[in-house]
T-cell receptor
């Protein structure tokens, strides 16, 4: 069975500081990995996805994530936080064998302080 | 661009009522999903469908049913609403089973009184 953990339900950073949101997964088969962002009162939007083409994945809005198989991690980073990045972020995993069996992490709320 | 539309953004119903949540996608996607979202729990899958008139249970199907009579429409039904079903409900779709990312609607915030 797959699972996703996100360390830190709430992360605060200052505007211009590095953003680091952590995601660890477990999967018995090679995974697909995704990061989604949710702004208040909206659905989830895809930030980026890992599908094995490259371990460093670039997404929208300046975000990127690195797949580390040895650490079973897929942490999300952005070099310089902007006020508009304040939102909730979800990491998700799906496996390659059983189709779209998506499992989501509990989410991390990012606050950006002026 | 894919559009997933949920019929209501906010809904208030009473305990024991039969509640229908509607979701429509406009990109001829095969797969559709219903999740509920609760603080600290992330998204939990209720039901999904790979084809018309086809449905499969997710992780928390109890108290819910679904209907997919047309490819573009996937309805979630609360047979007899209870207060513990107060939640945010999210609908999503994907083109096929190729692990493409999901496209989400804006959600329905449902309150059961």
């Amino acid at each position: 069975a797959q699972s996703v953990t996100q360390l830190g339900s709430h992360v605060s950073v200052s505007e211009g500081a590095l953003v680091l949101l952590r995601c660890n997964y477990s999967s018995s088969v090679p995974p697909y990995l995704f990061w989604y962002v949710q702004y208040p009162n909206q659905g989830l939007q895809l930030l980026l996805k890992y599908t094995s083409a490259a371990t460093l994945v670039k997404g929208i809005n300046g975000f990127e994530a690195e797949f580390k198989k040895s650490e079973t991690s897929f942490h999300l980073t952005k070099p310089s936080a902007h006020m508009s990045d304040a939102a909730e972020y979800f990491c998700a995993v799906s496996d390659r064998v059983y189709g779209q069996n998506f499992v989501f992490g509990p989410g991390t709320r990012l606050s950006v302080l002026p | 661009d894919v559009k997933v539309t949920q019929s209501s953004r906010y809904l208030v119903k009473r305990t024991g009522e039969k509640v229908f949540l509607e979701c429509v996608q406009d990109m001829d996607h095969e797969n559709m999903f219903w999740y509920r979202q609760d603080p600290g729990l992330g998204l939990r899958l209720i039901y999904f469908s790979y084809d018309v008139k086809m449905k499969e249970k997710g992780d928390i199907p109890e108290g819910y049913s679904v209907s997919r009579e047309k490819k573009e429409r996937f309805s979630l039904i609360l047979e007899s609403a209870s207060t513990n079903q107060t939640s945010m409900y999210l609908c999503a779709s994907t083109p096929d089973r190729s692990n493409q990312p999901q496209h989400f609607g804006d959600g329905t915030r449902l309150s059961i009184l």
